[in-house]
């Protein structure tokens, strides 16, 4: 059973680089289906306990809040190969960094300069965090040159000492 599993991956792997070729004979790129929603994002330091956040986005004359739902900010982490070459079976785990983080979606979310005004607090509702920016939401590539841009989106750091920035 083991020999047919076996049989079986060499055959899926090399269709697979016999059509990776041929995409790249093409001269075509190859866009994936990645989406990239306009909004902003928030990444909070570990130490600072949060648990909520609310930004109010503020563009050509109107102001819009919205709460941002937090979560336990990860990082992937290199658990190394086992072996050499493309045989090699290499993983990695993910662990959380003590942070957190949060995604605000805003469709219209503009790429032009927006005021945003910060609230980050603790379970009990106590602020932890605020802050004011000025800044431009930037159109990004997710999918790769040629692929059309996502919406437009500002990330926004809070350091361990509660200072909030636009990245």
Known sequence: MDTVVTGMRRVIVSWCLVLAGCVGCS???????????????????SGLPAHTAEVEVCREGRCETMAVELRPATEAVDDGCEGEGPDAVCSAHVRETGGTTGFADLP???????????VVSDLAGETLATGTVRATPQ????????CGA??????????????????
């Not at 075509?28 to 989406?35: P, S, V, Y």
């Not at 437009?152 to 920035?165: E, M, R, Y």
């Open 27 to 45: 001269g075509a790129a190859e866009c994936t289906a990645i989406g990239m929603p306009a909004g902003i994002g928030v990444d909070v330091a």
């Open 108 to 118: 219209d979310l503009p790429d032009r300069p927006v005021e945003v005004r910060l």
């Open 139 to 146: 159109w990004g590539s997710p999918n790769g040159p040629g």
């Open 150 to 167: 996502g919406g437009p989106q500002l990330h926004l750091d809070v350091a361990s000492d509660g200072t909030v920035a636009a990245r």
